[in-house]
């Protein structure tokens, strides 16, 4: 594997193998089920095998490696049932999130959404599937944090890593996730004009409308 050219940003060690081994994973680089090129990693960045344990250590307990116990680690697996089981979820989570924000939301909630939706779609357009995945997951949990209710966030941020792996099992065309990522749009505005059952038909529409489009392609 021919391992992409990231820039990285003044950080730790660590801080920055876990963020290129993150990227590697939402670009699809890395697959589930593969095991991560520890060695490779170790020469590329000039760094010992500690950084990049502790890198992999982060990712394990965020939920997109799993480390096997003196071995080696390897990305997380979905296989379809676990991807409609939690596209349900995390529809449910979706809807009562904007239906909160509706009836709740002010002016400064939406301005951010908007840009959110903005630099979602920048990269998306840039060709950067890693990114638009990160800021498509950063707008749906701002949704969450915006509504106040700590308790629902925590929710959010505990399944964020399987949101995360949901994404790339559903493995939508750019064609499908250029129109997807467009949806968000008419929901921020929903729930900008308060119109909390407006909201969460849209985001309904736009969770399950992805598992649907991906069970139509496996059948």
């Given at each position: 594997?021919?391992?992409?050219?990231?820039?990285?940003?003044?950080?730790?060690?660590?801080e920055?193998?876990?963020?290129?081994?993150?990227?590697?994973?939402?670009?699809?680089?890395?697959?589930?089920?593969?095991?991560?090129?520890?060695?490779?990693?170790?020469r590329?960045f000039g760094?010992?095998?500690?950084?990049?344990?502790?890198?992999l250590?982060?990712?394990?307990?965020?939920g997109?490696?799993?480390?096997?116990?003196?071995s080696?680690?390897?990305v997380?697996?979905?296989?379809?049932?676990?991807?409609?089981?939690?596209?349900?979820?995390?529809?449910?989570?979706?809807?009562?999130?904007?239906?909160?924000?509706?009836?709740?939301?002010?002016?400064?909630?939406?301005?951010?959404?908007?840009?959110?939706?903005?630099?979602?779609?920048?990269?998306l357009?840039?060709?950067?599937?890693?990114?638009?995945?990160?800021?498509?997951?950063?707008?749906h949990?701002e949704i969450?944090?915006?509504?106040g209710?700590?308790?629902?966030?925590?929710?959010?941020?505990?399944?964020?890593?399987?949101?995360?792996?949901?994404?790339?099992?559903?493995?939508?065309?750019?064609?499908?996730?250029?129109?997807?990522v467009?949806?968000?749009?008419?929901?921020?505005?929903?729930?900008?004009?308060?119109?909390?059952?407006?909201?969460?038909v849209?985001?309904s529409?736009?969770?399950?409308?992805?598992?649907?489009?991906?069970?139509?392609?496996?059948?």
């Open positions: 594997m021919v391992a992409p050219q990231y820039s990285i940003e003044r950080q730790s060690l660590a920055q193998v876990y963020n290129y081994i993150k990227r590697l994973i939402l670009s699809g680089d890395l697959k589930g089920g593969e095991k991560i090129p520890e060695e490779g990693i170790a590329q760094v010992s095998r500690t950084p990049i344990r502790e890198a250590r982060r990712l394990d307990e965020y997109l490696v799993y480390v096997k116990p003196r080696y680690a390897i997380v697996a979905l296989d379809a049932q676990d991807a409609e089981q939690i596209a349900l979820v995390r529809a449910q989570l979706e809807q009562l999130s904007v239906r909160l924000l509706a009836e709740t939301g002010a002016g400064e909630d939406f301005d951010v959404l908007e840009i959110l939706a903005h630099e979602c779609q920048q990269f357009r840039a060709g950067d599937v890693a990114s638009t995945f990160e800021k498509d997951s950063q707008l949990l969450a944090r915006r509504t209710n700590r308790h629902l966030y925590e929710l959010f941020e505990k399944i964020d890593a399987k949101m995360q792996l949901l994404r790339l099992v559903l493995h939508l065309p750019i064609k499908e996730l250029t129109r997807f467009g949806q968000h749009t008419a929901i921020i505005q929903a729930m900008k004009s308060h119109q909390p059952d407006e909201s969460v849209l985001i529409q736009h969770i399950l409308g992805q598992l649907d489009h991906f069970q139509e392609r496996e059948a």
